[in-house]
């Protein structure tokens, strides 16, 4: 996967599920979340930065504010399943190449929207969840993803992997190592708490 495609699907599932994107370039997604780039340490930096920025969001989220429109289809407490969602898979993703096992499903990312039908399945499982329950998810699945970004070999942490995401049409799985893949994951959910951030912050009328 090169910067540029990661880069274009960054920006589909953005507009899909959250609006307009912050201006970004392919050189600083490259920067972020190349494989070379994406060091052990880098990575447990990134998972914890974020576990700081959800308990922030979380101060904002009080239940009034969940009902936020967010975008056309979610409201900000749906877009906070769609985070926990995505934390839980990046977490599996991760269990699953550790114990050298094999993926018996797949995400398809479509090339406008991301995998709009994934994304609102799992968003629709959580639909009786409380801000709070959700917030809880987010941050039981980080923490386990960091023991596992601790407990993985060299040689598992820097290997290519083939993951459970495809896109395309034939389908083809994505590539990439361990750590380039928590990184991108961590990636996708700054995205959504930039924007949440923005919009809870925002005086109500």
């Avoid at 399943?81 to 934390?87: G, P, Q, T, V």
């Amino acid at each position: 996967m090169t910067p540029e495609d990661l880069h274009d699907r960054l920006i589909a599932d953005w507009r899909q599920a959250a609006g307009p994107m912050p201006r970004v370039t392919a050189t600083e997604i490259a920067e972020r979340a190349a494989p070379e780039q994406a060091s052990r340490v880098a990575v447990l930096a990134e998972l914890e930065d974020l576990r700081l920025s959800f308990t922030e969001l979380h101060g904002l989220l009080d239940d009034q504010a969940a009902d936020v429109r967010a975008t056309s289809r979610w409201t900000a407490r749906d877009v906070v399943a769609h985070l926990a969602s995505w934390a839980m898979e990046t977490r599996r993703e991760a269990e699953t190449l550790l114990a050298g096992g094999a993926f018996d499903y797949s995400i398809h990312f479509e090339r406008e929207g991301g995998p709009r039908a994934w994304n609102q399945q799992e968003v629709d499982a959580r639909a009786r969840r409380t801000p709070a329950e959700l917030f809880d998810e987010l941050d039981r699945e980080t923490i386990r993803t960091m023991d596992l970004m601790l407990e993985a070999s060299e040689e598992v942490f820097g290997a290519v992997a083939t993951l459970p995401r495809t896109s395309g049409d034939p389908a083809e799985p994505w590539r990439m190592p361990l750590g380039a893949m928590v990184l991108m994951s961590c990636w996708h959910a700054r995205l959504h708490l930039r924007a949440l951030e923005e919009l809870l912050r925002k005086p109500r009328v």
